[in-house]
Nanobody, 119 residues
Framework: VQLQASGGGLVQAGGSLRLSCVAS????????MGWYRQAPGKQRESVAT???????NYADSVKGRFTISRDNAKNTVYLQMNSLKPEDTAVYYC??????????????WGQGTQVTVSS
């Protein structure tokens, strides 16, 4: 199973970006999908997660600005980021809890995509 993230880039403060992450490979189903980020010198932190049924959870720092969504048919998760701030600058990683066999579930990570917000 591979996760391929895209959509990062350089944007001015107040701008928007949309990240996408597609899971491919031997997939029976995907449970929770999410986005995490890691800024230089800091630990990786959860940004937003979404269950297969659409239940979402957000870090307090992004509530009201970011929206996570997914397309189960396409094994894809999205992160719409609005009103971006310089402190949102980080490498963003997608994550998925994937059922690869009837009783086997593994966690996978994407390769990371850089988001840079200039002031």
């Amino acid at each position: 199973v591979q996760l391929q993230a895209s959509g990062g880039g350089l944007v001015q403060a107040g701008g928007s970006l949309r990240l996408s992450c597609v899971a491919s490979g031997s997939i029976v189903s995907i449970n929770v999908m999410g986005w995490y980020r890691q800024a230089p010198g800091k630990q990786r932190e959860s940004v937003a997660t979404i269950t297969r049924g659409g239940l979402t959870n957000y870090a307090d720092s992004v509530k009201g600005r970011f929206t996570i969504s997914r397309d189960n048919a396409k094994n894809t998760v999205y992160l719409q980021m609005n009103s971006l701030k310089p402190e949102d600058t980080a490498v963003y990683y997608c994550n998925a809890n994937v059922r690869v066999e009837l009783i086997r579930t593994y966690e996978y990570w994407g390769q990371g995509t850089q988001v840079t917000v200039s002031s």
